[in-house]
């Protein structure tokens, strides 16, 4: 009888894992593994696999109102980069009429103003740093380390089949940027990001 049992529990094993493994294997799935490689392809293709700060300027030269609350999030990116030696101060003579000033005391008396940062020498040859556009300093310092499905709803557009998932976004410190500072660094994850995928011949893509 033991034997009868043991028997069939082999061929219950040898008839499920390949019904599993084919289930794993099966890029039309609907499962974790197959949205987080269309997430992870989609990232790769579009360059989105590195974290990158965008730090706003009003210009090639300065960050200017790099002191606004909506950038305080640079703060400590900055900080690290001015502490490196890769930016430096930005201090302009200024007049408070030329600030916006109407009336008061001295207001046409130039004062050195701290406008923001710019690049040194330094900064200017790191490839982790760059300028876009005029306006825009890029500072990649992080890479996608990981992402981990929440959830996924089922969608159906004229007849193909989505899913709308949510998703976390890990990241792993690039050495770079982690030698600027004996502190430890750590990078927040973004989370509940979201995206489409569809289903197609070859599997899941992202539907944009």
Known sequence: ???????LLMVLILFLVPVFLS?????????????????????????????????????????????????NEFKSVLTRLSKAGLIKKYIKMETAAEQGAIF??????PKPVLIGYVLTA???????????????????????????IDNYTKMNFAGVKAVSVR?????????????????????PPVKNAHITLQLTHKGWRVSR
């Open 167 to 187: 998703y976390n976004i890990y990241y792993q410190p690039l050495k770079w940027y982690t030698s600027l500072s004996s502190k430890r660094t750590v990078i």
């Open 104 to 109: 008061g005391p001295g207001i046409n008396t």
């Open 23 to 71: 289930g794993c294997a099966n890029p039309k799935a609907e499962n974790s593994s197959n949205f987080k490689r269309a997430i992870l392809n989609y990232m790769k293709k579009n360059k989105e696999l590195y974290l990158v700060k965008n730090i706003s300027t009003g210009n090639n030269n300065g960050f200017y109102g790099y002191e606004n609350p909506e950038i």
């Open 1 to 7: 009888m033991k034997m009868k049992k043991n028997l």
């Open 122 to 148: 330094k900064g200017k040859n790191n490839k982790y740093i760059s300028w876009y556009s005029g306006y825009y300093l890029n500072v990649k310092i992080a890479r996608v380390s990981s992402i981990k």
